[in-house]
């Protein structure tokens, strides 16, 4: 129950990140951008060291097979293929905030002196709050390749906003680790490394209590020893969904255990449904439009999963149910309607693994019945966030769909679900300016959209190198510090083209007859 979230990541030297480019995230983070620009490429550093703490061997700095796969750390980096014995390898930093117990950091460190830890170390622990205040932490590793072999080359910790800006820094050599507490050797302390996550001992019977180095390792178990652990949760349930889908068969065996995730290509999400079909989740429904005005739902809602997946369905506009089929001794189907999931169109295909992965994602962690929740309750008690990733997710959709896809998207926002989804839809990224240009002035929703709501649009300039811009929306409508360069321009500049080829264009039989500019279909339906 720490509240842990990720602020953000640094690349430099990955793929088309070059130079040092920092990727903020918000609760509904959307990248934007022309194709190969290096969208994909923000989401796979976050699965690079999800499936590297996900190795049993403890001593892979850096896995090379997975999700993302590369023959060499070079297939990686910049500048590939790089000549040479050694190479510098890509930067990567990790910026998130999350609690500290602080009685807990003390019964580790052994209750020490809290003035020598601030006289030595320079942190002010005994003005911290006990609980409930959130601390952001920084990590820094700097990866290599020495002879064909991947090592982590440098790690550095630091607490932005901490007094004296403390930050503790590992140079590892072939076999061996040296820490610096500000620049200052610190011999006594050693180093083990979960993968790139360090862990620091030391030996209290060779290190006195009022040693400089004793408390400057005191100040890593209060500083990082916990949001550490925090970070390995948050990178180890990562939910991710790509592009493409697989095919779905006309017919499913059992299993006897859910997979523990979606798969990449949604190839779990049927056995995920039919072995969890009664298992409550808890969701916030989408929003919702009452007289073109924008309704925030108030209850949270527990619900068994089909029944959920149907309800969201139902509020994209989509109106045949699903059920599970079963089919004795032999599996099951999924239907939608009266017709199978392998002969339905592709977006419902491509729609379903995303909505239960939504569904699933709830990090409420109570031990209680499940029941309906009041929004507000749900927010201040979740004490916890999921964080999804998912790339085109309107893929096959119809645009009404796609529209509508923005209302569940900031519902799963509201309710402690951390959504970075990269996207070409003009619909969707339309319709969150809409809502947020129909929402009240000055009320929840507006407030909520423009604090939460972050478009990031990538770009790539003539030599490669990928760059990212960030904007907000706007309480009118709009998208404030960068329009994204070729994306929502292109409807308007084709109504201006019809628009003047119309006014060149004289009826072939009747000169006289006058040319109606909305002659072209009926007026523009309202939000729906």
């Known amino acids: 129950m720490d509240n842990a979230r990720l602020l953000s990541v640094t690349l430099e030297g990955f793929k088309s990140y070059a130079t040092r480019v920092t990727v903020p995230f918000a609760p509904l983070t959307v990248l934007l951008g022309r194709n190969n620009g290096g969208k994909s490429s923000i989401i796979q550093s976050l699965l690079l060291l999800k499936q590297t703490l996900a190795d049993p061997r403890s001593e892979v700095p850096i896995r090379l ?8 750390l070079r297939e990686l980096t910049w500048g590939w293929p790089a000549a040479g014995p050694g190479v510098r390898g890509p ?8 609690t500290i117990d602080v009685e807990a950091a003390q019964r580790a460190a052994g209750q020490p002196n809290l003035k020598y830890l601030s006289k030595h170390a320079g942190i002010f622990v005994e003005g911290w709050p006990t609980s409930g205040t959130l601390y952001r932490s920084v ?9 064909g072999t991947t090592v982590i080359e440098q790690i550095r910790l630091t607490s932005p906003g901490c007094p004296g800006e403390p930050s503790l820094e590992i140079w590892n050599t072939v076999g061996s680790a040296l820490c610096f507490w500000r620049d200052e050797p ?10 790139f996550i360090p862990y620091l001992h ?10 400089r180095q004793r408390a400057w390792y005191n100040a890593y178990l209060f500083l990082w020893a916990q949001p550490l652990e925090s970070l390995k949760r948050i990178l180890g349930d990562l939910q991710y969904l790509g592009s493409t889908r697989t095919p779905p068969p006309g017919l499913y065996p059992p299993v006897t255990v859910a997979p523990r995730e979606m798969g990449i290509s949604g190839e ?22 009452v007289n073109g005005t924008v309704v925030i739902p108030e209850t949270v809602r527990a619900r068994g999963l089909v029944d959920a997946v149907n309800e969201v369905l139902e509020s994209l506009s989509i109106r045949a149910p699903l059920r599970v089929d079963e089919i004795r001794e032999v599996g099951f189907r999924l239907l939608f309607g009266q017709a199978s999931l392998q002969h339905v169109g592709r977006g419902l295909t491509y729609l379903l693994p995303f909505l239960e992965l939504g569904l699933l994602a709830d990090p409420y962690r109570s031990q209680d019945q499940p029941s309906d929740l009041p929004r507000v309750m749900y927010q201040a008690e979740c004490g916890a966030y999921a964080h999804i990733a998912v790339e085109e997710p309107e893929a096959h959709l119809h645009p009404k769909v796609e529209s509508r896809l923005a209302h569940w998207m900031v519902s799963l926002a509201m309710s402690n679900r951390q959504i970075l989804v990269e996207t070409h839809s003009d619909h969707l990224v339309r319709r969150l300016r809409g809502l ?7 009320s929840e929703l507006e407030r909520w959209l ?24 706007t309480a009118g409508g709009r998208i404030g510090e960068h329009w994204p360069e070729d994306f929502m321009d292109e409807s308007s500049q084709e109504d201006s083209a019809i628009f003047y080829a119309a006014l060149d264009k004289r009826p072939v039989e009747d000169a006289d007859v006058p040319i109606f500019l909305h002659d072209d279909g009926p007026e523009p339906e309202p939000l729906q």
């Open 91 to 98: 930067v990567f930093e990790i910026s998130w905030e999350s």
């Open 186 to 195: 610190a011999e006594a302390i050693d180093v083990e490394y979960d993968h």
């Open 202 to 211: 030391i030996d209290r019977r060779q290190v006195g209590s009022r040693d």
């Open 436 to 442: 947020v240009a129909r929402a009240g002035a000055g």
């Open 65 to 72: 097979e997975g999700d993302v796969s590369a023959l060499s």
């Open 268 to 289: 779990y999400a049927a056995q995920i449904l039919h072995r969890r079909q009664r298992d409550v989740v808890r969701y916030l429904p989408a929003l919702d439009l």
């Open 139 to 147: 990590l820094r590793i700097v990866t290599a390749e020495w002879s």
């Open 450 to 473: 423009l604090a939460n709501v972050l478009i990031l649009e990538v770009a790539q300039d003539a030599e490669g190198r990928s760059t990212v811009q960030e904007s907000h929306l």
